[in-house]
């Protein structure tokens, strides 16, 4: 009927992996938007389901081809950061108002903060990290820490936008304001991972990325890098001065194309490498065992802060091959 005729609906988060799964079982190769899971069994049965059925899953991590990530990711690959020790990164963006409908129901990120505890957002951030460091190409994360603040920010936004009788007052969220998660490798490396969508701030960039090497150091929220042998001592440099360089390939080949499209160009890249890799029948550049290991943050890291920060093993969803796994994540 043409009145039902509207944009097309955005699937909720909450239903990527079994949208996914059922997908893959119906023969269809699979590009799907992040997170890729809300749960542990939902991680391994995307990977599962990947390799029972031989179908393409890819994760569609825009912030993985952002122009400066591809960039420290070229200069990591020719051995100007030395050997990785550790990462700091985090999606800070204060998304309250994207919580309730007009009529204050809940959206599904408002369903979202209703019904789950943790980082509920981490692949933005943990994708150009895991890249970086080889995480299922070398190195895995082996065990993860989480913490988190109050419910301040929330409750405040709730009782300034409604009045004390709506019935939004009465929603009882499991979401807390900020949760920080810290993250061990099988090589001793070292990931800080941050999650705020709560906290008012400015929008500079929804992420940030930090990473230390035995011969430089990167620094995104200050567009600061420092190379021993390049730059002078005690002085950071701008990234930018080193693009000519160390521009991606990819982002020389693509970049006219690239431009204009959402999210920096990022969203060219994700369907273009989509696209490539089922014409070829290749390896997706970011697949189900990628896409489990970086989703499977949100409920050990809930998990974590239920027990009092315990410590949660992460699973190898790669069944022991990281190792030994070829190509970039």
């Known amino acids: ?35 890729a899971a809300m749960t542990v069994d939902e991680c391994w049965g995307l990977v599962r389901t990947a390799e029972e059925t031989g179908k393409i899953y890819m994760l569609s991590e825009n912030c993985c081809y952002f122009q400066p990530v591809m960039q420290i990711t070229n200069m990591v690959a020719k051995g100007l950061f030395g050997d990785l020790t550790y990462a700091e990164c985090g999606y800070v963006h204060c998304c309250s108002s994207l919580m309730f409908e007009g009529d204050g129901a809940l959206t599904w990120r408002g369903e979202m903060l209703r019904d789950y505890l943790g980082n509920l957002y981490p692949t933005h951030a943990i994708g150009p990290v895991a890249q970086w460091m080889g995480i299922n190409r ?7 820490v989480a913490s988190s603040t109050g419910q301040a ?36 490396k070292l990931i800080d991972l941050r999650y705020d969508i709560s906290s008012p701030r400015p929008v500079v960039s929804t992420t940030y990325y930090s990473l230390q090497g035995t011969k430089a150091s990167y620094e995104s929220r200050t567009d600061s890098i420092w190379i021993e042998g390049r730059s002078k001592e005690d002085k950071w440099e701008p990234v930018s001065k080193y693009a000519g360089e160390f521009e991606h390939p990819m982002w020389s080949q693509f970049r006219d194309q690239a431009a204009g499209t959402g999210h920096g160009g990022g969203d060219f890249f994700v369907v273009n490498e989509f696209l490539k890799t089922v014409r070829a029948g290749s390896k997706p550049p970011i697949d189900a065992c990628d896409a489990a290991a970086w989703s499977v943050v949100i409920p050990l890291s809930g998990k974590s802060i239920a027990e009092g920060g315990a410590p949660q093993e992460i699973p190898d969803f790669t069944g022991g091959k990281w190792e030994t796994r070829k190509g970039t994540a």
């Open 138 to 144: 070398g190195d895995r994360m082996v065990s993860l």
């Open 153 to 188: 920010n929330l409750i405040r936004y709730v009782r300034q936008r409604f009045p004390k009788d709506h019935p939004a007052q009465k929603i009882k969220f499991r979401s807390t304001d900020s949760v920080t998660t810290l993250i061990q490798t099988a090589k001793g």
């Open 1 to 35: 009927h043409a009145s039902q005729i509207g944009p097309p609906q955005i699937p909720p988060m909450q239903v990527h992996a079994p949208m996914a799964i059922d997908a893959m079982k119906a023969g269809k190769h699979v590009l799907s938007e992040v997170a």
